[in-house]
């Protein structure tokens, strides 16, 4: 009996340990302060001609009510002496979480 037991405690602290999850837990869920999945792939855009005065940012995965939603890209006005740097998701600590786009020099 006691072996038995040692041996479903080694076999679900080797499951934890490997990240095995259950099928409900497959989805982006809110943890402190990120998600625990990283976004789906980029969907492809066909990048529209160029307008003056005007700077493309490109379409990219937001988390809206624990899921990932895509923001269609859209045109943002241009500012002189800078450059868009586009949002982006990053691994941090506390999961995945969203970089804003902003403009730098």
Avoid: I
């Amino acid at each position: 009996m006691k072996r038995q037991l040692l041996l479903a405690a080694a076999v679900l602290a080797t499951g934890g340990a490997f990240g095995l999850t259950a099928p409900a837990e497959a989805h982006p869920a809110p943890v402190a302060g990120g998600y625990d999945h990283p976004p789906p792939p980029p969907r492809y855009e066909p990048h529209p001609g160029a307008r003056r005065g005007q700077v493309w940012v490109p379409g990219h995965w937001e988390a809206r009510g624990g899921r990932y939603a895509w923001r269609g890209g859209y045109w943002q006005p241009q500012r002189v002496g800078y450059r868009y740097v586009p949002e982006r998701w990053v691994r941090g600590p506390h999961g995945w979480v969203m970089r804003p786009g902003r403009w730098v020099r």
